[in-house]
């Protein structure tokens, strides 16, 4: 079966790290998606021309790079190895997603005391990522010899496979069930939305620029506030100062109170609990904060 090419074709993570808030972020951007049975490797967008392939993280960059999805979403830990072992770029970057942060590290045992870098050198260190951690050691000037594992590599030090292990950590607690601790960081990771860079023609292009927006807006929304507050228009400079990620706020005078105004604006950055104190030291009063649902730049 030859894909639909009228069709865009994004490979989302089939069962990972990734999966649930790939797809939430898909649902959020307004597509209704036709999952099916949890052993579906395909879903159809019912109102936007967007398939999903569920395919193993690993497996992303191949699809992307050679143009059989279009797009995919994939940790930059997976995209970055991929990349490395590549003459010329295949696959875009085109937007940070800010979910599935985790950093690619090296463990050691925890009985291990004094850790320095020197000590990696003439060892053995189990990875995934063995052209990440050659770049690491190349960088620091250690020649180690690296053990390329598929899985479970907190089990090698145990094996007596390695003495070090190089994978991801994000709560910590793999590294910790196996009596490891960190020692190294080798490369921060998010998910990110890729596409290949196979030509594509027009009408490719103008639905990913859609779908792209779409994704734009959503990451915009999650963080973003509307706040409305009223203010002494002596205090006006000092309060949009205190603003945080708001350009341009809209001032309209109050009626029947001379020398106030009410000031309107989106911010683009988390409005804490200190930011409204000093919004009201500053002169502020009946300050509402307010969730964004639905935001296009
Ligand atoms: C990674 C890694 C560890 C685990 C660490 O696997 O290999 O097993 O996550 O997470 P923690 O610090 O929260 O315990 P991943 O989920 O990427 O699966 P995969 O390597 O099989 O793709
Ligand atoms: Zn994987």
């Known amino acids: 079966m030859s894909p639909d090419r009228t069709r865009l074709h994004i490979a989302v993570q089939k069962s990972g790290r990734l999966s649930e808030q790939s797809l939430a972020l898909l649902k ?10 949890k052993h579906r490797l395909s879903a159809r967008a019912e109102n936007f021309p967007l398939d999903i392939m569920f395919v193993r993280d690993d497996d992303i960059p191949t699809f992307v790079a050679e143009g059989i ?3 995919g979403i994939v940790g930059q830990n997976v995209l970055a190895e991929y990349a490395l072992g590549l003459a010329k770029p295949r696959i875009e970057e085109i937007a940070r ?6 950093s690619l590290k090296i463990a050691a045992p925890e009985k291990l005391a004094g850790f320095q870098i020197e000590m990696l050198a003439k060892q053995r260190i189990a990875t995934s990522y063995p052209r990440l951690l050659q770049r690491f050691l190349d960088s620091q000037g250690i020649e180690a010899e690296t053990v390329t594992m598929r899985g479970a590599v907190e089990l090698a030090p145990r094996l007596g496979i390695a003495s070090f292990v190089c994978d991801l950590v994000s709560t910590g607690a793999t590294l910790e069930a196996n009596g490891l601790a960190p020692v190294a960081d080798v490369f921060d990771s998010e998910a990110v939305l890729v596409r290949t860079r196979q030509p594509l023609d027009g009408a490719h292009a103008e639905k990913i620029d859609a779908l792209r927006t779409r994704i734009d807006g959503v990451i915009a929304t999650a963080e973003s506030k509307y706040i409305v507050l009223n203010a002494p228009e002596s205090a006006l400079a000092a309060i949009t100062a205190i603003l945080p990620g708001a350009d341009a706020p809209t001032v309209v005078p109050l009626v029947g109170r001379p020398g106030h105004v009410a000031v309107q ?7 804490f609990w200190e930011t409204l104190e000093r919004l009201k030291g500053a002169g502020a009063s009946a300050i509402l904060v307010m969730p964004i649902e639905k935001m296009m730049m």
Do not use: D, P
């Open 28 to 37: 959020s951007s307004g597509l209704r998606i036709n999952q099916g049975g």
């Open 69 to 71: 999805c279009e797009l």
């Open 97 to 102: 997603l800010g979910y599935g942060r985790c």
């Open 265 to 271: 604006a989106v911010c683009q950055e988390s409005v």
